[in-house]
Protein backbone atom coordinates (compact mmCIF):
# COMPACT_ATOMS: atom_id res chain seq x y z
CA UNK A 1 0.00 0.00 0.00
CA UNK A 2 1.18 3.39 -1.11
CA UNK A 3 1.77 5.89 1.87
CA UNK A 4 0.60 9.03 1.46
CA UNK A 5 2.70 11.98 2.05
CA UNK A 6 -0.10 14.99 1.36
CA UNK A 7 -1.59 16.27 4.79
CA UNK A 8 1.62 14.73 7.01
CA UNK A 9 3.60 16.46 9.37
CA UNK A 10 7.58 15.21 9.56
CA UNK A 11 10.48 16.07 11.46
CA UNK A 12 13.97 15.91 10.37
CA UNK A 13 16.83 16.22 12.07
CA UNK A 14 20.05 18.00 10.09
CA UNK A 15 16.86 19.50 7.99
CA UNK A 16 18.13 23.45 8.38
CA UNK A 17 20.93 22.59 5.51
CA UNK A 18 22.18 20.25 3.10
CA UNK A 19 19.95 17.12 2.10
CA UNK A 20 18.22 17.78 5.14
CA UNK A 21 17.10 20.60 4.02
CA UNK A 22 16.24 19.49 0.53
CA UNK A 23 14.04 16.66 2.08
CA UNK A 24 12.44 19.25 3.85
CA UNK A 25 11.72 20.86 0.59
CA UNK A 26 10.56 18.08 -1.95
CA UNK A 27 8.41 16.66 1.00
CA UNK A 28 6.63 20.09 0.84
CA UNK A 29 6.33 19.76 -2.88
CA UNK A 30 4.82 17.00 -2.62
CA UNK A 31 1.90 18.40 -0.10
CA UNK A 32 3.40 17.84 3.09
CA UNK A 33 1.45 19.88 5.87
CA UNK A 34 4.49 20.55 7.74
CA UNK A 35 7.86 20.31 9.23
CA UNK A 36 9.96 20.21 11.76
CA UNK A 37 14.06 21.02 11.20
CA UNK A 38 15.77 19.68 14.43
CA UNK A 39 18.85 21.08 13.94
CA UNK A 40 22.40 22.43 16.14
CA UNK A 41 22.50 25.34 14.06
CA UNK A 42 21.24 28.72 15.17
CA UNK A 43 21.84 30.04 11.84
CA UNK A 44 21.04 27.68 9.45
CA UNK A 45 17.75 26.92 11.14
CA UNK A 46 17.31 30.82 10.46
CA UNK A 47 18.37 31.23 6.84
CA UNK A 48 15.97 27.46 6.33
CA UNK A 49 13.13 28.77 8.01
CA UNK A 50 13.00 31.52 5.53
CA UNK A 51 13.51 29.54 2.01
CA UNK A 52 10.75 27.42 3.36
CA UNK A 53 8.66 30.71 3.94
CA UNK A 54 9.56 32.34 0.84
CA UNK A 55 8.83 29.00 -1.56
CA UNK A 56 5.79 27.43 0.90
CA UNK A 57 4.62 30.61 2.79
CA UNK A 58 4.31 30.62 6.46
CA UNK A 59 3.70 28.23 8.97
CA UNK A 60 4.65 25.56 6.94
CA UNK A 61 7.37 24.37 8.93
CA UNK A 62 9.20 25.24 12.39
CA UNK A 63 13.11 25.41 13.51
CA UNK A 64 14.01 23.62 16.63
CA UNK A 65 17.80 23.90 17.99
CA UNK A 66 18.56 20.36 18.96
CA UNK A 67 21.93 18.01 19.62
CA UNK A 68 20.68 14.16 18.63
CA UNK A 69 23.08 13.00 21.13
CA UNK A 70 21.21 14.30 24.34
CA UNK A 71 17.51 11.70 24.44
CA UNK A 72 15.92 14.70 26.62
CA UNK A 73 17.12 17.45 23.93
CA UNK A 74 16.27 15.43 21.04
CA UNK A 75 12.54 14.93 22.36
CA UNK A 76 11.99 18.59 22.94
CA UNK A 77 11.80 18.81 18.86
CA UNK A 78 9.55 16.14 19.27
CA UNK A 79 7.57 17.41 22.01
CA UNK A 80 6.98 20.98 19.83
CA UNK A 81 6.13 19.63 16.76
CA UNK A 82 2.97 18.18 18.72
CA UNK A 83 2.50 21.39 20.31
CA UNK A 84 2.34 23.42 16.91
CA UNK A 85 1.07 20.62 14.48
CA UNK A 86 -0.67 18.17 16.79
CA UNK A 87 0.26 15.10 14.32
CA UNK A 88 3.24 13.81 13.70
CA UNK A 89 3.59 10.64 10.47
CA UNK A 90 7.29 10.96 9.04
CA UNK A 91 10.79 11.10 11.11
CA UNK A 92 13.93 11.01 8.97
CA UNK A 93 16.97 10.74 11.24
CA UNK A 94 19.35 12.24 9.09
CA UNK A 95 21.75 14.53 11.56
CA UNK A 96 25.24 12.91 10.97
CA UNK A 97 28.84 13.82 10.75
CA UNK A 98 31.75 12.48 8.48
CA UNK A 99 35.03 13.08 10.90
CA UNK A 100 37.17 10.09 12.13
CA UNK A 101 39.90 12.30 13.54
CA UNK A 102 36.71 13.13 16.12
CA UNK A 103 35.25 9.82 16.13
CA UNK A 104 33.63 9.55 19.33
CA UNK A 105 31.69 12.66 18.76
CA UNK A 106 31.13 10.70 15.29
CA UNK A 107 29.44 8.01 17.13
CA UNK A 108 27.50 9.84 19.12
CA UNK A 109 26.14 11.55 16.27
CA UNK A 110 25.47 8.88 13.62
CA UNK A 111 24.53 6.09 16.04
CA UNK A 112 23.33 7.54 18.79
CA UNK A 113 21.70 10.06 17.80
CA UNK A 114 19.71 7.76 15.21
CA UNK A 115 19.06 5.64 18.39
CA UNK A 116 17.41 7.92 19.91
CA UNK A 117 15.56 9.23 16.79
CA UNK A 118 14.19 6.02 16.64
CA UNK A 119 12.95 5.24 20.26
CA UNK A 120 11.54 8.83 20.06
CA UNK A 121 9.24 8.28 17.15
CA UNK A 122 9.02 4.20 16.65
CA UNK A 123 7.97 3.73 20.53
CA UNK A 124 6.44 6.74 21.63
CA UNK A 125 5.39 9.61 19.47
CA UNK A 126 4.36 8.36 16.16
CA UNK A 127 1.85 5.79 17.29
CA UNK A 128 0.18 8.22 19.02
CA UNK A 129 0.12 11.08 16.90
CA UNK A 130 0.43 9.57 13.43
CA UNK A 131 -2.65 11.13 11.56
CA UNK A 132 -3.28 7.83 9.07
CA UNK A 133 -2.86 4.08 9.69
CA UNK A 134 0.76 3.83 9.45
CA UNK A 135 3.93 6.39 10.18
CA UNK A 136 7.26 6.16 8.85
CA UNK A 137 10.81 5.90 10.26
CA UNK A 138 14.10 6.85 7.35
CA UNK A 139 17.26 6.21 9.25
CA UNK A 140 20.46 7.95 6.86
CA UNK A 141 23.17 5.40 6.23
CA UNK A 142 25.33 5.39 3.51
CA UNK A 143 26.83 3.36 0.74
CA UNK A 144 29.88 3.47 3.37
CA UNK A 145 28.10 1.24 5.41
CA UNK A 146 27.26 -1.25 2.52
CA UNK A 147 30.99 -1.34 1.67
CA UNK A 148 34.05 -1.08 4.08
CA UNK A 149 35.69 2.49 3.37
CA UNK A 150 39.74 2.59 4.07
CA UNK A 151 39.51 6.37 4.22
CA UNK A 152 37.43 6.76 6.93
CA UNK A 153 36.72 3.48 8.70
CA UNK A 154 35.01 4.58 11.52
CA UNK A 155 32.35 6.75 10.12
CA UNK A 156 31.55 3.50 7.68
CA UNK A 157 31.28 1.27 10.91
CA UNK A 158 28.62 4.08 12.16
CA UNK A 159 26.88 4.02 8.72
CA UNK A 160 27.15 -0.25 8.70
CA UNK A 161 25.71 0.53 12.75
CA UNK A 162 22.53 2.05 10.96
CA UNK A 163 21.88 -0.70 8.51
CA UNK A 164 21.65 -3.40 11.39
CA UNK A 165 19.54 -1.32 13.41
CA UNK A 166 17.38 0.24 11.33
CA UNK A 167 16.53 -3.59 9.82
CA UNK A 168 16.19 -4.54 13.45
CA UNK A 169 13.62 -2.30 13.62
CA UNK A 170 12.38 -2.50 10.53
CA UNK A 171 11.09 -6.25 11.50
CA UNK A 172 7.75 -7.11 10.80
CA UNK A 173 7.10 -8.07 14.36
CA UNK A 174 8.00 -4.32 15.24
CA UNK A 175 5.77 -2.61 12.61
CA UNK A 176 2.49 -5.06 13.63
CA UNK A 177 2.61 -3.68 16.91
CA UNK A 178 3.30 -0.12 15.80
CA UNK A 179 1.90 0.63 12.97
CA UNK A 180 5.26 2.25 11.88
CA UNK A 181 7.75 1.46 9.05
CA UNK A 182 11.49 1.77 9.50
CA UNK A 183 13.53 2.06 6.50
CA UNK A 184 17.26 2.99 5.43
CA UNK A 185 18.60 5.18 2.64
CA UNK A 186 21.99 5.27 1.94
CA UNK A 187 22.82 7.84 -0.21
CA UNK A 188 26.32 7.88 -2.34
CA UNK A 189 28.47 10.61 -2.79
CA UNK A 190 26.31 13.52 -2.71
CA UNK A 191 27.92 17.47 -3.23
CA UNK A 192 27.45 18.40 0.53
CA UNK A 193 30.16 20.30 2.88
CA UNK A 194 30.30 17.19 4.43
CA UNK A 195 32.31 15.78 1.12
CA UNK A 196 33.94 18.95 -0.41
CA UNK A 197 35.67 19.71 3.09
CA UNK A 198 36.65 16.21 3.86
CA UNK A 199 39.84 16.82 3.61
CA UNK A 200 41.41 16.52 6.97
CA UNK A 201 38.68 15.06 8.81
CA UNK A 202 40.09 11.18 9.34
CA UNK A 203 42.80 9.66 11.54
CA UNK A 204 45.81 11.36 9.45
CA UNK A 205 48.97 10.30 7.81
CA UNK A 206 48.00 7.23 5.44
CA UNK A 207 44.27 8.21 5.25
CA UNK A 208 44.94 11.51 4.22
CA UNK A 209 46.75 9.96 1.58
CA UNK A 210 44.49 7.16 1.23
CA UNK A 211 41.98 10.23 0.64
CA UNK A 212 44.07 12.31 -2.06
CA UNK A 213 43.94 8.89 -4.14
CA UNK A 214 40.11 8.48 -3.82
CA UNK A 215 39.41 12.16 -4.68
CA UNK A 216 39.71 12.44 -8.24
CA UNK A 217 37.52 9.60 -8.69
CA UNK A 218 34.29 10.62 -6.82
CA UNK A 219 31.43 10.67 -8.82
CA UNK A 220 28.82 13.76 -7.44
CA UNK A 221 25.22 13.47 -7.24
CA UNK A 222 23.31 16.85 -6.60
CA UNK A 223 21.05 16.82 -3.04
CA UNK A 224 18.01 17.06 -4.72
CA UNK A 225 18.20 13.59 -6.07
CA UNK A 226 18.83 11.89 -3.23
CA UNK A 227 15.84 14.27 -1.42
CA UNK A 228 13.80 12.85 -4.89
CA UNK A 229 14.92 9.25 -3.58
CA UNK A 230 13.94 10.08 -0.23
CA UNK A 231 9.76 10.62 -1.37
CA UNK A 232 10.01 7.50 -3.58
CA UNK A 233 10.95 5.54 -0.63
CA UNK A 234 8.37 6.89 1.63
CA UNK A 235 5.87 5.83 -0.59
CA UNK A 236 6.73 2.60 -1.43
CA UNK A 237 9.25 1.03 0.53
CA UNK A 238 8.43 -1.57 2.80
CA UNK A 239 9.30 -1.69 6.50
CA UNK A 240 12.74 -3.29 7.42
CA UNK A 241 14.41 -2.49 3.64
CA UNK A 242 17.38 -0.28 2.47
CA UNK A 243 17.70 1.46 -0.54
CA UNK A 244 20.49 3.27 -2.22
CA UNK A 245 20.51 6.46 -4.37
CA UNK A 246 24.03 7.38 -5.97
CA UNK A 247 24.93 8.64 -9.39
CA UNK A 248 21.88 10.97 -9.50
CA UNK A 249 19.72 7.74 -10.12
CA UNK A 250 16.67 6.28 -9.30
CA UNK A 251 16.98 4.79 -5.60
CA UNK A 252 17.42 0.50 -5.87
CA UNK A 253 16.91 -1.79 -3.23
CA UNK A 254 20.18 -3.34 -1.59
CA UNK A 255 19.09 -7.00 -0.31
CA UNK A 256 21.74 -8.98 2.26
CA UNK A 257 22.00 -12.27 1.39
CA UNK A 258 21.39 -14.72 4.02
CA UNK A 259 24.69 -15.91 5.79
CA UNK A 260 23.41 -19.42 5.62
CA UNK A 261 24.10 -19.31 1.67
CA UNK A 262 27.81 -19.00 2.50
CA UNK A 263 28.11 -22.15 4.35
CA UNK A 264 30.10 -25.20 3.11
CA UNK A 265 27.25 -27.90 1.67
Known sequence: MCFEIKNKVALISGGASGIGLNYAKVLLRNELRAVTLADISDE?????????ENEFGPNRAI?????????????????????????LDIVINNAGI?????????????????????????????????????????????????????????????????IGMSKAFGDKAH???????????????????MITEVSGRNLGGPYQALLELAQGHFVMQKPESVALAMVQIIKNAKSGTVWVAEGGQKP??????PRQSFAPK
Open 44 to 52: CGTTALKEI
Open 63 to 87: FVKTDVTNLNNYEEAFKKTIEIYKN
Open 98 to 162: LNDALWEKEIAINVNGIVHGVLLGLENYIPKYKSGSEGVIVNISSIAGLKENSVVPIYSATKFAV
Open 175 to 193: HNRTKVKVLTLCPGITETP
Open 252 to 257: YEYVLP
